[in-house]
């Protein structure tokens, strides 16, 4: 993956080669400017790459047009961000709607779905609550919420608990490996932070735009362990 061009080009990703299964959380780990999040965004169809191939569900996003792309980022992937990036004037509720309403669903059918989803994420009591009313912890669960609301066959999560303390980082990891991740699902997660690498099934690690390990994670051990 290449950026500029002549003498200013920028080479972002070289030889990249990487299989994500559904039911895996794979961590994505490496300094920063290492090519993470220029990997995860070609993987979501946000950039496409400048050469190679890019198959990701079954599909070729690079034969796609603009407009098939989005539909396949907004029927197929569900986004957590490190800035959770909820709208302030939306409650806790809408905001996890927004995907199905995007979509094209009626508010009517979108808020009780979303509504039970915050309810398995345990802010059933906070569903009217604005943004500024709640914690770090509690915005990241609507985030969430929003990410997984349409069913999403990938989730993309970027750097999701850097902004949390110790504890509500690892209740976010906790629900991402139980609510998020499912035979049907494939989760990929950027991150920095080493409090929650006991969580990836597989950790890759990139250096200078290229994949240079990629270890079977804690949780992958654990249950080879519990097996013999």
């Known amino acids: 993956m290449d950026f500029g061009a002549g003498d200013t080009v920028t080479r972002a990703l070289r030889g990249v080669d990487l299989d994500v ?3 895996e959380l794979l961590m994505l780990v490496g300094p920063s400017g290492c090519g993470k999040t220029t990997l995860v965004s070609i993987v979501a169809g946000t950039l496409l790459p400048t050469s190679g191939e890019l198959s ?3 599909c070729d996003l690079v034969a796609m047009d603009p407009r098939q792309r989005v539909r396949f980022r907004r029927e197929n ?23 199905l309403i995007i979509a094209g669903w009626s508010r009517r059918r979108a808020l009780p779905v979303a509504a039970d989803l915050l309810e398995r994420l345990g802010l059933g009591a906070r569903l009217r609550s604005l943004p500024s009313e709640l914690s770090g912890g509690q915005q990241q669960r609507v985030a969430i919420a929003r990410a997984l609301v349409h069913r999403p066959r990938l989730l993309i999560c970027d750097e999701p608990t850097s902004a949390l303390d110790a504890d509500n980082g690892r209740v976010t990891m906790e629900l991402i490996s139980t609510i998020a991740l499912g035979p049907d699902r494939a989760v990929i997660v950027v991150t920095h932070d080493q409090r929650v690498y006991g969580y990836a099934d597989r950790m890759a690690t990139m250096e200078d735009g290229r994949l240079v390990s990629i270890e079977d994670g804690a949780r992958r051990r654990s249950a080879a362990a519990e097996e013999t």
């Open 21 to 23: 299964a559904p039911g």
């Open 77 to 99: 992937v569900g986004f957590i961000f490190q800035s959770y990036n909820l709208l302030p004037a939306l409650t806790a509720v809408e905001n996890a709607a927004v995907p």
């Open 56 to 58: 990701v569900l079954g």
